[in-house]
């Protein structure tokens, strides 16, 4: 039994699969607070990558100055120094996801999500939010798209950045990530035990919206 009164709403799901922008729209309607899970891994990466000591990955998670933003843009600072930019590069992608493999991050990592979560209506995106961090959130939801289309998406995002590889290169990189994450030893992204499965290869924002929207409404209905 939770003792939980605010409401969570968990979206997992492969990179590419549009976790991002939904998990925004869906928390800017419902008026909850958007949690974006990976940043946090990626904040770390940064901060283990730019580490002047080269101490451990423990050492360094002991009052690490990181602090998150989450709103339109997501903004993570290091040091009070804005790093958002940074953490999106595909080298701290594939740094992000073979650290998230250490009990220690995950460990950081999750106690962040759950204290930014705390008292309040919250929309968290990421690998195991529904199955790990939120085993208890009302809705979960699992979003995936066909790999080709993933990788066009992340190309064009990275792209409009003015920065990145080539599209077989994001394809190649992408697969060994998901590979990595879905693979792992601990939490790996797995389809949660209640979750509403959203493909959204060949829909667009708006009509993904709508079908989770009406997913929502129909569970709703169903606990009543
Ligand atoms: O969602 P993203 O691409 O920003 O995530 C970057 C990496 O962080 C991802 O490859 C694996 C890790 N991650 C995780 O292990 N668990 C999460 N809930 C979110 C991200």
């Known amino acids: 039994m939770t003792l939980r009164k605010n409401k969570i709403?968990?979206?997992?799901?492969?990179s590419g699969a549009g976790k991002s922008t939904i998990a925004k729209l869906l928390a800017s309607?419902?008026?909850?607070?958007?949690?974006?899970?990976?940043?946090?891994?990626?904040?770390?990466?940064?901060?283990?990558?730019?580490?002047?000591?080269g101490g451990s990955v423990e050492e360094l998670l002991r009052d690490l100055p990181l602090t998150f933003e989450f709103g339109k843009d997501t903004r993570v600072s290091l040091f009070?120094?804005?790093?958002?930019?940074?953490?999106?590069?595909?080298?701290i992608s594939l740094?992000?996801?073979?650290?998230?493999?250490?009990?220690?991050v995950r460990e950081y990592a999750n106690a962040v999500q759950r204290s930014l979560a705390t008292g309040r209506n919250a929309v968290l995106e990421g690998r195991d939010t529904g199955s790990v961090v939120f085993p208890d959130a009302d809705i979960k939801i699992?979003?995936?798209?066909?790999?080709h289309e993933r990788a066009h998406r992340r190309y064009s995002e990275l792209a409009s950045k003015g920065s990145g590889p080539g599209l077989d290169i994001v394809k190649q990189e992408m697969e060994k990530r998901d590979a990595d994450d879905s693979t792992r030893a601990l939490a790996p992204l797995v389809i949660p035990d209640e979750a509403i499965i959203v493909d959204t290869t060949g829909t667009d924002i708006e009509g993904v919206l709508k079908i989770i929207l009406a997913h929502i409404k129909d569970r709703d209905g169903q606990k009543k």
Do not use: F, H, N
């Open 9 to 14: 709403i968990t979206i997992d799901g492969p």
């Open 29 to 53: 309607t419902a008026g909850y607070t958007y949690i974006d899970s990976g940043a946090i891994y990626r904040g770390i990466a940064y901060a283990y990558k730019t580490r002047k000591d």
């Open 80 to 91: 009070g120094r804005d790093i958002s930019g940074e953490i999106r590069k595909p080298d």
């Open 95 to 104: 740094l992000a996801s073979s650290l998230s493999q250490e009990k220690p």
């Open 142 to 147: 699992y979003l995936d798209a066909r790999p």
